[in-house]
Nanobody, 114 residues
Framework: QVRLVESGGGLVQPGGSLRLSCTAS????????MGWYRQAPGKQRELVAT???????NYADSAKGRFTISRDSAKNSVNLQMNSLKPEDTAVYYC????????WGQGTQVTVSS
């Protein structure tokens, strides 16, 4: 069983930045594709960004040019650097691990508001 724990969420003004981190209970980043998803109130959960075991990244159109996903195997963490945040980025952000099996973190709230 893999446990994922997110951190780094909070309240930020439009145009600001946040860095989310996801720490795994095991060393999994060499064998799992990792990703960040988000869910806004009343909306379906949606993909934000993913990073494969070889470092290939993929971003939702809404995240391209503003968000960066990265992996730190030494710290067993996957990070999401979010810049130029907009009110529509407000959501609960979830860390995700996928191979044959999948795991989700508990989520961290990001609120973008003035």
């Amino acid at each position: 069983q893999v446990r994922l724990v997110e951190s780094g969420g909070g309240l930020v003004q439009p145009g600001g930045s946040l860095r989310l981190s996801c720490t795994a209970s095991q060393s999994i980043f060499n064998i799992y594709t990792m990703g960040w998803y988000r869910q806004a109130p009343g909306k379906q959960r949606e993909l934000v960004a993913t990073i494969t075991t070889v470092g290939t990244t993929n971003y939702a159109d809404s995240a391209k040019g503003r968000f960066t996903i990265s992996r730190d195997s030494a710290k067993n963490s996957v990070n999401l650097q979010m810049n130029s945040l907009k009110p529509e980025d407000t959501a609960v952000y979830y860390c995700h691990a996928r191979r044959v099996d999948t795991y989700w973190g508990q989520g961290t709230q990001v609120t973008v508001s003035s």
